[in-house]
């Protein structure tokens, strides 16, 4: 097999997966941004409820984009794409409440999410270097940096997989949260669910991804050791 076949062939399902889990974020944001929640509470409604009946303390922004919302733990600060904010819909209900599952985990001092949060630096310098050596091992042909560049980047696949138990969770937390202060009818559960639901599977295309890249750079590494004792 000709070498230039193997990334596709290690990286295809993973991005297959990852352009389908984009296009499910889509469509459901698409469509339950478009459905009003009952109790007609904005984003930004819904995010002072939870906070008050949850005992959360955090400050709130608003921030430009589209699905740009996130919880900054460094800073206990949730922010909020406009969208999100302003609108009285099912997924501005369910964005709101899985951002404060993290304020939760993060209150409660859930390991993975400090884990997470450790890696991160970690993770941000190993790649570029993971790159650096694996690329230095193979044009110099240098085995043991191949696999120091190999070692480095697994940091990556790391960081995927404590980010999807983390992601869970929240999710979890959200429907809790949402529930407890009866925000949700019986319907409303179901529809945050599907939109949280496909939130979810990005991330397991995203360590599906992180996962393929690594076993490719493995693959080349072992690939080195054959490929040093052949003879042209
Ligand atoms: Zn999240």
Redesign the pocket.
Known sequence: MSINLLPLLFGLPAMLLAMYAQFRVQRAYSKYSKVRNRQNATGADVAQTLMRDHDINITVETIPGNLTDHYDPRRDVMRLSQGVARTPSVAAMGIVA?ELG?AMQDKAGYPLLKLRAGIVPLVQIGSSLGYIALLGGLMLGITGLAWVGVLLFSGGALFALVTLPV?LD?SNRAMKMLQASRLVSGEETAQVKSVLGAAALTYVAALAQAFSQLLYFVFMALGMGRTTRRRY
């Open positions: 899985h993290h992601e929240a």
